[in-house]
């Protein structure tokens, strides 16, 4: 059965890293790999999205092993408002070799001043 | 700026009616999807769209359906709503392609309730 895994909770405090974990061990051979952050009363937002190796942009970055079977989600030096919940979403082959999106439960970050 | 609109962000709705939830985006996007949302259950869709006239279902489309007559418009519509349908309903709208079809731009959400 597809699907992904990621921690329910995470705590940190501002100026840290936070690195978040992903696990996707059926993710389909050409798709990719997305993260969204989403605040309270709001829907989620797009951070960053990649396929393999590292994948950097203004706000995050994102590690994809060679084997892509998770992917791990980095926030350098987080501050208050980086208090979020955040999903990973993946693409995955069912039964019938259909594509099928699979998102994450989410991981509740709260950063502590 | 991408903009995902919905026509309501609260809703009180009673048991049996018929509900609709518009959902409207204005970047020429050619995938349209429905979700809810729920505590602990995350996102999980229910229909979603890829043109005009097009649905596909998603993994709980029992109780729903949908409409895509133009482009920038997709519908949910409970046709006789229960309590169990009761959370937080939310639409996104993507561009067409395989990477693209997971950078999804999502409405502020409707929170329905039935009572």
């Known amino acids: 059965l597809a699907k992904t895994t990621q921690p329910i909770s995470m705590d940190s405090y501002e100026g840290q890293e936070v690195n978040i974990t992903c696990s996707h061990n059926n993710i389909a051979t050409n798709d990719y790999i997305t993260w969204y952050q989403q605040f309270p009363s709001q829907g989620p937002r797009f951070i960053i999205q990649g396929y393999k190796t590292k994948v950097t942009n203004e706000v995050a970055s994102l590690f994809i092993p060679a084997d892509r079977k998770s992917s791990t989600l980095s926030l350098p030096r987080v501050s208050l408002s980086d208090t979020a919940v955040y999903y990973c979403l993946v693409g995955v082959f069912n039964a019938g070799n259909n594509r099928k999106l699979i998102w994450g439960l989410g991981t509740s970050l709260a950063v502590n001043p | 700026d991408v903009k995902v609109t919905q026509s309501s962000r609260y809703l009180v709705k009673r048991t049996g009616e018929k509900v609709f939830l518009e959902c409207v985006q204005d970047?020429?996007?050619?995938?349209m999807f429905w979700y809810r949302q729920d505590p602990g259950l995350g996102l999980r869709l229910i229909y979603f769209?890829?043109?005009?006239?097009?649905?596909e279902k998603g993994d709980i489309p029992e109780g729903y359906s949908v409409s895509r007559e133009k482009k920038e418009r997709f519908s949910l519509i409970l046709e006789s709503a229960s309590t169990n349908q009761t959370s937080m309903y939310l639409c996104a709208s993507s561009p067409h392609g395989t990477s693209a079809s997971y950078e999804q731009y999502f409405g502020p959400g409707t929170r329905l309730t039935v009572t």
């Open positions: 769209s890829y043109d005009v006239k097009m649905k």
């Open positions: 970047m020429d996007h050619e995938n």
